[in-house]
């Protein structure tokens, strides 16, 4: 199973940009990089995804590294409430045929604190 | 509203039971997904399935066991051979064709008294 890699925690201020590394040395050609995050006593919500290139929505900007190794979540500015445990996973490409492995695995993300 | 639920919020369990842990979507998915999360740890993936009929161990499915006769239902099983059930459960789905994102239930908090 390909596997990423990020830091336990990290501490930001309101109002200041953050960003939260990832690395998947491993990654394939054909994985998508996908990040959620998980406030406390919650299911773990979706914020944004990519392949190749870099990503932006309303919630995030998502950096790509060109070898893929590594990709970036850019909060713009941290907020109270962006304080939560953030995700990098590894979607691996559909396999339409009966028996195909398409684990969805998450390691232990990062803590993300935010200081008022 | 499209989504997924799990039910019950809060579910405990005397020693030996067996309990089943409700997951339900209408978004139409394809796969679903049960993780259990113990306190300041990672999600870790009990069992998955990609289409009716048939699902795939995860990395820690001893002691569980699931179920997926219909397309928008995974119910879960915590067996009484499961020696340390208390956990966060999570559920998750998602269309298998795209890149599309997982939805995940809001969990249920299982105790065992």
């Known amino acids: 199973d390909a596997k990423t890699t990020q830091p336990n925690s990290m501490e930001s201020n309101e109002e200041e940009p953050v960003h939260l590394p990832c690395n998947h040395s491993?990654?394939?050609?054909?994985?998508?990089i996908h990040w959620y995050r998980q406030l406390p006593s919650q299911g773990p919500e979706y914020v944004i995804h990519?392949?190749?290139s870099n990503v932006n929505n309303r919630m995030a900007s998502l950096a790509i590294a060109e070898d893929r190794k590594s990709s970036t979540l850019i909060l713009h500015r941290a907020t109270l409430r962006d304080a939560a445990v953030y995700y990098c996973?590894?979607?691996?490409?559909?396999?339409?045929?009966?028996?195909?492995?398409?684990?969805?695995?998450f390691g232990k993300g990062t803590k993300l604190t935010v200081n008022p | 509203d499209g989504g997924i639920t799990q039910s019950p919020k809060y579910l405990f369990r005397k020693e030996g039971q067996n309990v089943t842990l409700s997951c339900e979507q209408n978004?139409?998915?394809?796969?679903m997904y049960w993780y259990r999360q113990d306190p300041g740890q990672g999600l870790r993936l009990i069992y998955y399935?990609?289409?009716?009929?048939?699902?795939q161990k995860g990395d820690i499915a001893e002691g569980y066991s699931v179920s997926r006769e219909k397309k928008e239902s995974f119910p879960l099983t915590v067996t009484s051979a499961q020696k340390n059930p208390t956990a966060f459960y999570l559920c998750?789905?998602?269309?298998?064709?795209?890149?599309?994102?997982?939805?995940f239930g809001q969990g249920t908090r299982l105790t065992v008294v």
């Open positions: 990519g392949l190749t």
């Open positions: 998750a789905s998602y269309h298998r064709v795209g890149s599309t994102e997982a939805f």
């Open positions: 491993t990654i394939s050609g054909t994985d998508y």
């Open positions: 996973i590894l979607r691996p490409p559909t396999r339409i045929t009966q028996g195909g492995s398409e684990k969805l695995v």
């Open positions: 399935s990609q289409i009716v009929n048939d699902f």
């Open positions: 978004l139409n998915h394809d796969a």
